[in-house]
């Protein structure tokens, strides 16, 4: 029961309010473009990482595969899957289940492929680095004496 009516009109409103977006690296300047905050000063965009922060990212994409493979597990028991009757509805309901199971067991593989791939990046270029450091450590003269 209605006890009130409202009156108006409904007209569309053409503008869409975008609330502000939150600082999503509040606290972690080293994520910021250019790498402000974090390693060695930048000249041009880009982001810059310690060797220990390529080190603890390589090691979260490895953990992140990780929980990929330990999910296949659950792929493997869809694939098996068998109907509950031997009637038409059963045995194609298991059958789409099995493709289901082998889409799934596809995509984690996929995903595993992925976030080990990434892992060995951030590997790669912590030894760039090392590499550099150490064509710069061999390009500074290494002499003793007085200044002047």
């Not at 309010?17 to 974090?38: F, I, K, M, N, S």
């Not at 330990?70 to 009757?85: D, K, Q, T």
């Not at 590997?123 to 007085?146: C, H, I, M, Q, W």
């Amino acid at each position: 029961m209605i006890e009130k009516e409202i009156g108006g009109q409904a007209i569309p409103v053409t503008q869409v309010y975008v609330p502000p977006q939150p600082d999503t690296h509040a606290g972690r300047p080293e994520l910021l473009p250019g790498g402000r905050g974090g390693g060695a000063p930048q000249t041009g965009p880009g982001y810059a990482f310690t060797p220990e922060q390529l080190t603890s990212i390589a090691t979260e994409w490895d953990e992140l595969a990780d929980k990929f493979e330990s999910c296949e597990r659950y792929a493997l028991v869809l694939i098996e899957v068998e109907g509950p009757g031997a009637e038409y509805a059963s045995i194609n309901n298991a059958e789409k289940i099995n493709e289901s199971g082998v889409a799934l067991l596809e995509a984690l593989h996929q995903r595993v492929a992925y976030c080990r791939s990434m892992a060995q990046k951030f590997r790669d270029t912590l030894g760039a680095y090392g590499n550099a450091e150490g064509d710069a450590a061999a390009a500074v003269p290494k002499s003793t004496g007085t200044l002047g």
